[in-house]
């Protein structure tokens, strides 16, 4: 993992509380600090107000890293992937999470927890937030998928 001092921002709707949980209690064991910004129940909520949240936060720098949940992960990446600042990734395995850091120097993944089991998915935030951003030629690509850029004519 990344050093113990990476913060981490934690979302997930009412489908993800179980997983965030256990998440946390993995991040916070490693010595990261953690900012679990909900849901904290069973009772149905939306899941866009938890993306944007984690969005924020990792986009104004109070957080190095998101890890966000939900039923399949792919509602609550759309959402985060609004902030213009996040390159959030639905990834369902070990392989994904890697990746997604080497190639698109993702800040934030996202996971599905009726698509994903609980160890695989511990495994594959362990990966993310280990494995760095490779740049050279991804850097180049990464760029052309940041804000301002615009497709040749």
Not at 53 to 80: D, H, K, N, Q, Y
Not at 87 to 95: E, I, Q
Request: charged share 15%; aromatic share 4%.
């Amino acid at each position: 993992m990344n050093p113990a001092n990476t913060p981490v921002a934690l979302g997930a709707d009412h489908a993800g509380v179980a997983m965030k949980a256990a998440i946390r209690e993995m991040l916070e064991a490693a010595g990261h600090p953690v900012a679990d910004l909900g849901t904290h129940g069973t009772e149905s909520v939306d899941y866009p107000d938890f993306g944007a949240a984690v969005a924020s936060t990792v986009a104004e720098g109070r957080a190095a890293f998101g890890v966000l949940v939900c039923g399949t992960g792919i509602g609550i990446s759309i959402a985060a992937n609004r902030n213009p600042a996040i390159r959030c990734a639905l990834v369902h395995d070990v392989t994904g999470a890697r990746l997604t850091r080497q190639h698109n120097d993702a800040n934030v993944i996202a996971l599905g927890a009726r698509m994903t089991g609980i160890e695989v998915a511990l495994d594959a935030v362990r990966t993310f937030l280990s494995t760095p951003f490779e740049g050279g030629r991804h850097g180049r690509r990464i760029q052309k998928i940041s804000p301002g850029w615009s497709a040749p004519q």
